[in-house]
């Protein structure tokens, strides 16, 4: 006999998650009650995935839960916050207690390993959708916002942008890898992206602008601009492509992927020049590789160079429609 909803949230969401002295009241009532921090704000932010549209049908549980608090991580640390708590909305098909323990297995490690604690939700029948909110803290007048863009700062981008949609392809059928240890690095990539929250925290202070990489770095890095009402140069030979995915899909495709591709979760950050060292230090205390790509301009759009030479985005290969 399936389990009743009570038994569900007892079962899977009240155990084995962070215990956090600023929750007062967490599962179980009405609402949770959480303390705010005297001179911090409250940073909110809400993700869904639905079955199919954001994350294949048929994807790992373990996978899905991660997934779902992975991209509002990304999206706290693209603002500096801390994360602290989140809320679990679950529409299920059917109580599969299979497929609910390893979803709560995926999701409940990543929540530990930020301290995070779940302080409620709502659980109810329909497909397969998974909503997460996520609330952080930072100091009051300390997020990084994406409007904070000014002439003259650095664009760096973390890790190496186009793994995760090269996962995808691969995991979709849609490309091959000859080695199956790049097959292996790029799958994973896309299955459990790593959310850069030690460096968005690092990066506060430092950073004027940032914004997390899920659609696309070409288009992120737009709505950056856009923001900010900026413009900016990016050099297209300064991409930090993994070994891993130009062996297997060759520096076109590799390139394009970096360009386009989405999902990946890393952060795109701009720097004034006076604190270019500073940021460097900060991303080596927290082990995250961090790379200059282009360098912010008063005139709107996004202009591409390759080794010096101007070229439009469109020959590199940015495809408008991936991400
Ligand atoms: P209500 O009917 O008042 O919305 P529910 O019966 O839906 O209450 O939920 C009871 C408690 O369980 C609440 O504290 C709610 O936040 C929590 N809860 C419900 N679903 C989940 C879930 N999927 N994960 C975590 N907490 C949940
Ligand atoms: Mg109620």
């Not at 199919?52 to 608090?69: D, K, N, S």
């Amino acid at each position: 006999m399936p389990i009743g909803e009570f038994e569900l949230i007892e079962r899977y969401f009240s155990k084995g998650f962070a215990q956090r002295n600023d929750v007062a009241i967490g599962v179980g009532d009405d609402a949770a009650v959480v303390q705010v921090p005297t001179g911090s704000e409250l940073v909110v932010a809400v993700d869904t995935l639905v079955s199919g549209v954001h994350f294949p049908a048929g994807m790992a549980p373990e996978h899905v839960g991660h997934r779902a608090l992975a991209v509002n991580l990304s999206d706290l640390a693209a603002m500096g916050a801390s994360p602290r708590w989140c809320t679990l909305a679950l529409t299920l098909p059917s109580v599969e207690e299979r497929w609910l323990e390893n979803f709560a297995r995926g999701f409940r490690e990543l929540a530990l390993r930020h301290d995070v604690a779940l302080i409620g939700g709502d659980t109810t029948r329909g497909p397969l959708t998974i909503s997460v909110q996520i609330l952080g803290v930072v100091p009051t007048g300390a997020a990084i916002l994406r409007s904070g863009a000014e002439p003259g700062d650095l664009v760096f981008v973390s890790g190496t942008p186009g793994d995760a949609a090269a996962g995808l392809g691969l995991i979709q059928g849609t490309i091959s890898a000859a080695q199956p240890d790049d097959a292996d690095q790029l799958r994973q990539r896309f299955l459990v992206p790593t959310p850069r929250v030690e460096l968005g925290l690092a990066l506060r202070g430092i950073a004027s602008a940032a914004i997390d990489v899920s659609d696309g770095l070409h288009a992120d890095l737009n709505k950056l601009l856009v923001a900010s009402g900026m413009g900016a140069e990016l050099y297209l030979d300064r991409l930090p492509l993994s070994r891993a995915l130009l062996d297997s899909q060759g520096f076109a495709s590799a390139r394009r992927l970096a360009l386009s591709g989405g999902d990946d979760y890393e952060l795109c950050f701009t720097v004034p020049a006076d604190r270019v060292s500073a940021a460097e230090r900060a991303a080596a205390t927290v082990a995250c590789a961090i790379r200059r790509i282009g360098t912010i301009e008063a005139q709107p759009g996004l202009r591409c160079f390759d080794g010096g030479r101007p070229v439009s985005a469109d020959a590199a290969g940015y495809d408008h429609f991936a991400g």
